[in-house]
């Protein structure tokens, strides 16, 4: 396609329910990057994949936050035993390198 | 460490001038721009490099002051369309990856 993809693009999730949120990259960009937006804030970064390996993961909040990019392409962000505080705006962005990042239209994820 | 930016805030009326800063504490390798609209994806705008290269949007111009490790966005004759939450989005130095460090932001209201 033409932009970054992702699904799904809202999401509800009963507290402690697992979820996996889905990000399709622009074709050919080797970097991608996961952000998490609150309400009112500015992006914040979660972890980084260059092709199928994942080099920064300090982002991510918890050992319940798991992200994979097996084929370095498609990636897919998984919260296990989601709360309150995990319901947020997950961004997905990709470039081709060092240089400006495309961003998703996000997954609004709310934790009941 | 974030950048700040300021103001958080701004009104306009269409046709007129804004500034918008964003100050970091640490050395910067480049300052990166995004406007984003409630409930989309942010935009990528203007990309500034240590070394004085840039990149971007035909009618927004920035500023990048290495010393100061500040950089500024120039919109000038708003539009109705420039309304949206405006983000910076810095890299280190010594940042061996790509990931970006947000701003919280500056919301730019622009009335007819």
């Known amino acids: 396609g033409a932009g970054v993809s992702q699904s799904p693009r809202y999401k509800v999730a009963k507290r402690g329910q697992d979820v996996a949120l889905r990000c399709d990259p622009i074709?050919?960009?080797?970097?991608l990057f996961w952000y998490q937006q609150a309400l009112g804030q500015g992006p914040e970064f979660l972890t980084y994949f260059q092709n199928e390996a994942q080099l920064d993961k300090s982002g991510l909040p918890s050992d319940r936050f798991f992200a994979e990019r097996p084929e370095g392409s498609v990636s897919t962000l998984k919260i296990q035993r989601t709360q309150q505080e995990d319901s947020a705006v997950y961004l997905c962005?990709?470039?081709?390198?060092?240089?400006?990042?495309?961003f998703g239209p996000g997954t609004r994820l709310t934790v009941l | 460490q974030q950048p700040v930016q300021s103001p958080q805030a701004v009104i306009l009326r269409e046709g007129e001038d804004a500034v918008i800063n964003c100050s970091s504490s640490?050395?910067?390798?480049?300052v990166h721009w995004y406007r984003q609209k409630h409930g989309e994806a942010p935009v990528f705008l203007m990309i500034?490099?240590?070394?004085?290269e840039q990149k971007g949007h035909e009618k927004i111009s920035a500023s990048f002051n290495e010393k100061k490790q500040q950089s500024s966005l120039y919109l000038t004759a708003s539009q109705l369309s420039y309304s949206g939450t405006y983000f910076c989005?810095?890299?280190?130095?010594?940042?061996?990856?790509?990931?970006?460090?947000f701003g919280g932001g500056t919301r730019l209201m622009v009335k007819p």
């Open positions: 500034l490099l240590k070394g004085g």
């Open positions: 989005g810095t890299r280190a130095n010594n940042n061996a990856g790509n990931m970006l460090t």
């Open positions: 640490k050395a910067l390798y480049s």
């Open positions: 074709s050919g960009h080797v970097s």
């Open positions: 962005a990709s470039s081709l390198g060092k240089d400006e990042q495309f």
